[in-house]
C-alpha cells in the first residue's frame, strides 16, 4: 500500500508589498496592549518570555492552518503579536543605545 505524502504549501517572501497594512495591524495591537495592561516596565527576559509565548501561539496557529482547517486570521493575529513585542524590543533596546552613546 502506498501512503501519500501530504505537500505542504510554501510560501514566498512578498518584499513589505503589504508593509503599510501590516504596520497598521501592529499600530492597533500595540494600543490594545496599551489599554489592556497599561504603559509596562520588564527585564529584557520578562519581555523575552512574553514574546516566546506569543511565538509559541503563533507556532499553533499556523499548525491549526496547516493540517486541521484553522483560519488564516489567527496565524495573522498571533504573528502580529509576535511583531509588537519584538519592535517594542527593538526600540527600547535602541533608546538605550542611544542613551549610552
Not at 46 to 69: D, F, H, N, P
Not at 86 to 98: D, V
Amino acid at each position: 500500500m502506498k501512503t501519500r505524502k501530504r505537500r505542504i504549501k510554501q510560501y514566498t517572501d512578498k518584499r513589505f508589498a503589504y508593509f503599510s497594512d501590516v504596520t497598521e495591524l501592529v499600530l492597533d495591537e500595540h494600543h490594545a496592549q496599551i489599554s489592556k495592561w497599561g504603559i509596562q516596565t520588564h527585564s529584557m527576559f520578562e519581555w523575552l518570555a512574553y514574546t516566546t509565548e506569543e511565538l509559541g501561539e503563533l507556532a499553533k496557529a499556523i499548525s491549526e492552518q496547516e493540517y486541521r482547517g484553522g483560519s488564516k486570521e489567527d496565524v495573522i493575529k498571533e504573528a502580529i503579536q509576535v511583531a509588537t513585542l519584538s519592535l517594542k524590543i527593538a526600540e527600547m533596546m535602541r533608546e538605550s543605545h542611544n542613551e549610552n552613546s
